[in-house]
């Protein structure tokens, strides 16, 4: 492998996806970094159409684990904007494709194998060819491998090993300024005062816990976690509805959904001593600084695919006979899943976690 790198001056990495999906990837990220370290890394990657940046980019930014990006157009399927694409990558002259796309289906993957090579590209790595390395492996205790693990596994041939639990698996490298911004928005809650962080967000309907199940948690919280300050998190587009559940807290709070970056935002989310809210972009930051989690899953994936990382967070999920249908809204069992999940059993866990912590020994 210390040879292959050596003759790589460019690596180009495939992955789509927007804040948890490049959360994830971190380890396989690293990896590829560690195996080709003098290589340009260049992602090819989605863009936000509102700011005509890459999503990853807002994670990625400081890591040094890329260096560019070309944009893949979501929905490609003219021949032009293939064309376009594959004289973008062409231009760009990869000596090495690692591909770290989300499992579409074998056929999809010899397609992507064969415009790959088609660019130019001599050397592809991680394309999963097999069924094996498409689908996340049963585990004994019935759930499913986590995505950042699938990454990896079909990394390994080429690559080798990595761990996940390594401390600096999920290192996301924030700076001072960053931590700095993150004290400064929390204002009086950067006082010392314990603080539980939440966020509301969710891209598709069928994860979402609904408003009346978030005010009364928030109400049943606050009447129990007294001297607690809160924290919402998330978009801009959560703003509104963070503000109205914040009424339902009595004590001190501040929304900063939108206000600040993603990485500022993980920052913020490292004074928390408990975070809480959906399957989501927030949670999987949470995760990768070490917060521990209560995390409210809808079954639309399989259990344990997109659970955060790590083993000190608690996941409420319903294992229903429709588990992983993917859907984005459900018509015909109206979000049984999620709906089936109690106030009082996300209550419980956040108090869990509180009391867990206020045993533990202090560090020395």
């Not at 970094?33 to 863009?47: D, Y």
């Not at 893949?72 to 990558?89: F, H, K, M, N, T």
Request: proline letters at 5%.
């Amino acid at each position: 492998m210390t040879h292959l790198a050596e003759s790589i001056g460019r690596v180009l990495i495939y992955r789509l996806g927007s804040l948890g999906d490049t959360v994830v990837a971190l380890p396989a990220l690293k990896l590829v970094a560690s195996a080709f370290p003098t290589a340009q890394r260049w992602l090819l990657t989605n863009f936000n159409s509102s700011t005509k940046a890459a999503p990853m980019a807002a994670v990625l930014e400081g890591t040094g684990l890329v260096h560019g990006y070309i944009r893949y157009p979501l929905g490609l399927r003219d021949v032009g904007g293939l064309i376009s694409l594959r004289r973008e990558i062409r231009r760009f002259r990869p000596d090495v494709l690692v591909y770290l796309a989300a499992p579409r289906g074998r056929l999809k993957a010899w397609r992507d194998a064969l415009f790959f090579r088609a660019c130019g590209i001599t050397r592809l790595i991680g394309v999963p060819y097999s069924m094996h390395q498409q689908r996340p492996a049963m585990l004994s205790k019935g759930g499913y491998e986590y995505e950042g693990i699938r990454l990896v596994r079909c990394l390994r041939p080429a690559l080798g090993e990595t761990r996940l639990d390594a401390p600096e698996a999920f290192d996301l490298s924030l700076s001072d300024l960053e931590r700095r911004v993150a004290t400064t928005a929390l204002g009086s809650l950067a006082d010392g005062r314990p603080l539980l962080m939440a966020s509301v967000g969710a891209k598709v309907d069928v994860k979402d816990w609904e408003d009346r199940n978030w005010a009364a948690l928030v109400g049943r919280l606050g009447g129990q976690l007294r001297g607690w300050g809160l924290c919402m998190v998330g978009s801009r587009d959560d703003r509104d509805r963070s503000s109205a559940l914040l009424a339902h807290w009595p004590g001190a709070s501040v929304n900063l959904c939108g206000s600040l970056s993603v990485r500022e935002s993980a920052a913020v989310l490292d004074h928390a001593q408990v975070y809480v809210g959906h399957d989501s972009g927030p949670m999987h930051l949470a995760a990768a600084v070490g917060t521990p989690c209560v995390a409210i899953f809808s079954s639309r994936n399989l259990p344990g695919e997109w659970f955060p990382h790590g083993h000190h967070h608690r996941v409420h999920y319903k294992p229903v006979e429709c588990l992983g249908c993917k859907l984005d809204v459900c018509l015909e069992k109206q979000k049984m899943c999620i709906r089936s999940i109690s106030v009082h059993e996300v209550e419980e866990s956040v108090l869990q976690i509180v009391n867990a912590s206020a045993l533990a020994p202090e560090p020395n």
